[in-house]
C-alpha cells in the first residue's frame, strides 16, 4: 500500500513538473513571438484598462496570440506593476516582451501644445477647443465657472496661465492642462517674487503680474522689456497715467479691429489707462518669465515716454518735448513696413 502511494505521489511530481515545464514553455513563447504587423500601429489603452482586457483585444484583433499565458505571466510577475494609459506606437519587428516594456516604461505617445507670450484668455481657450487629441471638457462653460472648476472660484482668468508648450497624452483633459499652466504661473511668479527690486509700487505679487502682461504687449524686443518696465514703474511713483495702447485695446475687447481711435483713447472702461489711474484691475495677456522679471527688475533711469519706431523697437524720452519730436517722426510719417512689433526671424537668421 506504501509502495503504491509513493508511486502515485511519484507520478504526481512528474506530472506537475511537466504541467510547468509545459506552462514555461507557452510563456516563453508568447512572450517571444513577434507581433502580427506589416506596418506602424497605434494602440489606445483608455483609463482604467486592464493588462488582460488589453491582451485579449490585441488578440481578437490579431496583433498577437496566447493572450492567456500572457495574462498569467502578468498576474504572476508584473501584478505591483500599474498599466499606463493613452496611445502606444507599435512597429512591424517587435515581439510581445517589446510590448510588454512600453507598457511598464509608460512609453506612450506625447502630444503638445504652446500658449503664447501675449495671449488674451479667450486666444487660450480658442487654441485648447481646437486641439482634438484632448478630452474636451470645458466647452459649454463660461469662465466663472471654468475657474471654479479649477478651484479658483471668484478670480479672473485673464494672465493666471504660464505660457510655455505643454506635453499631454491623449484622455488628457483641457481642464488637467489649465491647472498645469496655472500652477506652473504660481510657481514662476513666487520665485521671481523672491528675487524683486526693494521699493517697487506693488502690494502683491498679483499686481506685477498685471504689470508683466502689459509689458508683453508692449514690446518683442527682451532687452526693452526692463526699459519698458522702467517707464511704467516711474510713472506709478509720480501719479502719472500710463497711457499704453493694449490697455484701450483691451478694454475694447471683441470691438477691436485692427486699430484704435482718438475716440476709443477717450472711452472710459475698467481698463483703459489713458482714462484711469495707476494699472488696470487684471492683467490684459500671458506675461512670460521675462517680462515678470523685467516688472519685478525695472530699469534705472529718467525716461517716461516712450513710441514705437516702427520695426518692433522703441525711443524712450525723458520729457515731453522729446517725445513729442519722436512721435512726429515715428508715428505721423509712418514707414511703408511700419510694424509694431519685430520681423519674424527665419530659420537662416538663428
Known amino acids: 500500500m506504501i509502495r503504491k502511494l509513493l508511486l502515485l505521489l511519484e507520478c504526481s511530481v512528474v506530472f506537475a513538473g511537466l504541467l510547468l515545464g509545459l506552462a514555461a514553455w507557452q510563456q516563453h513563447e508568447a512572450l517571444h513571438q513577434p507581433l502580427k504587423l506589416t506596418a506602424e500601429r497605434v494602440i489606445e489603452v483608455p483609463s482604467g484598462a486592464t493588462p488582460g482586457g488589453v491582451l485579449n483585444r490585441l488578440e481578437a484583433d490579431g496583433i498577437l496570440d496566447k493572450a492567456f499565458w500572457l495574462r498569467q505571466y502578468w498576474r504572476f510577475n508584473l501584478h505591483r506593476q500599474p498599466l499606463h494609459s493613452g496611445e502606444y506606437q507599435l512597429r512591424p519587428g517587435q515581439t510581445v516582451t517589446d510590448l510588454l516594456a512600453m507598457w511598464q516604461r509608460g512609453d506612450v505617445i506625447q502630444y503638445s501644445i504652446t500658449l503664447v507670450e501675449g495671449w488674451n484668455f479667450r486666444q487660450v481657450r480658442s487654441a485648447l477647443a481646437r486641439e482634438q487629441r484632448l478630452e474636451q471638457t470645458l466647452s459649454d462653460i463660461d469662465d466663472e465657472e471654468l475657474m471654479s472648476r479649477l478651484g479658483l472660484a471668484g478670480l479672473h482668468p485673464e494672465g493666471r496661465f504660464f505660457p510655455d508648450t505643454y506635453s499631454f497624452v491623449r484622455g488628457t483633459t483641457d481642464l488637467d492642462l489649465l491647472q498645469k499652466a496655472n500652477a506652473r504661473l504660481e510657481k514662476v511668479l513666487a520665485e521671481e517674487w523672491e528675487k524683486r527690486q526693494d521699493g517697487l509700487p506693488y502690494k502683491e505679487p498679483y499686481d506685477a503680474l498685471i504689470m508683466a502682461s502689459m ?98 523697437s522703441h525711443v524712450f524720452s525723458e520729457t515731453l518735448e522729446q517725445h513729442n519730436r519722436a512721435v512726429r517722426e515715428y508715428q505721423l510719417r509712418r514707414r511703408a513696413d511700419y510694424r509694431s512689433s519685430p520681423a519674424p526671424v527665419t530659420p537662416q537668421q538663428q
Open 215 to 312: 509689458i508683453e504687449r508692449e514690446t518683442g524686443v527682451p532687452q526693452e522689456r526692463g526699459e519698458i518696465a522702467g517707464v511704467f514703474v516711474r510713472r506709478l511713483r509720480i501719479g502719472m497715467r500710463l497711457q499704453t495702447d493694449p490697455t484701450v485695446i483691451y478694454g475694447m475687447g471683441a470691438r477691436y479691429n485692427g486699430r484704435i481711435t482718438r475716440a476709443d483713447l477717450r472711452e472710459h472702461t475698467p481698463y483703459n489707462t489713458y482714462t484711469i489711474d495707476g494699472m488696470p484691475p487684471t492683467p490684459i495677456a500671458l506675461a512670460g518669465r521675462e517680462a515678470i522679471n523685467a516688472a519685478l527688475n525695472p530699469v534705472a533711469g529718467k525716461s517716461l515716454y516712450f513710441v514705437a519706431r516702427g520695426d518692433g
